[in-house]
């Protein structure tokens, strides 16, 4: 027969093998013993004891038709980097930004619209629908290849869109991945 003892202050007790015990005791989960990180994406979890606190929500990603989409989305292009393709590509995107003409679509949210400039007294407009898709076949549906198979670039480290005349960036903003596309130049590498 063995013995343990419960880490319940409140209910400390002896238990044998099958459980049983001279008083009631809580067993803690890993929630009770590890709580979730600051940060973390899931709901904060606590014991169903007494004066224990509600889940609290953790903020969503703002949605692609707000002001502070726009304003993540502004700020991450203004954002200046040592890479000089990085920044030649930023500085094209914001020129495309500031005259209404990029686009950023959220595939797996079937999503798209046109970018605005939150600082502006531009009116936003509202995200279209378009058909849903994982981020691997819509990549491969939009993005030109090269002779080797590569995703094809322009001279700035844009990506080429099948659609003829438009640049592509593929990557984070505000923390969630979105395909942003502009008018760019035709000469590619």
Do not use: C
């Not at 709580?35 to 929500?57: H, L």
């Not at 692609?64 to 393709?85: H, Q, V």
């Not at 936003?124 to 990549?139: C, E, G, M, Q, Y």
């Amino acid at each position: 027969m063995t013995n343990s003892i419960s880490t319940d202050k409140k209910h400390s007790s002896l238990s044998n093998a099958s459980g049983n015990s001279s008083k009631a005791s809580k067993r803690l989960s890993v929630q009770d013993v590890f709580p979730p990180s600051v940060g973390s994406s899931t709901f904060s979890k606590t014991s169903s004891t007494a004066g224990a606190k509600k889940p609290t929500p953790v903020t969503p990603t703002p949605e692609i038709a707000t002001s502070g989409f726009m304003a993540s989305l502004k700020a991450k292009l203004s954002t200046t980097s040592d890479d000089p393709e990085s920044y030649l590509r930023s500085q094209s995107m914001l020129s495309a930004l500031k005259a209404g003409k990029l686009t950023v679509t959220d595939a797996t949210q079937g999503k798209e619209i046109t970018a605005w400039d939150s600082d502006t007294k531009g009116k936003p407009s509202k995200a279209d629908n378009v058909a849903k898709s994982d981020w691997v076949t819509f990549l491969n549906d939009h993005l030109k290849r090269d002779d080797h198979g590569a995703f094809q670039k322009t001279m700035d480290g844009s990506y080429v869109d099948k659609q003829p005349g438009e640049n592509a960036y593929f990557g984070k903003v505000a923390g969630k991945y979105y395909y942003v596309t502009w008018p760019g130049s035709k000469t590619s590498v």
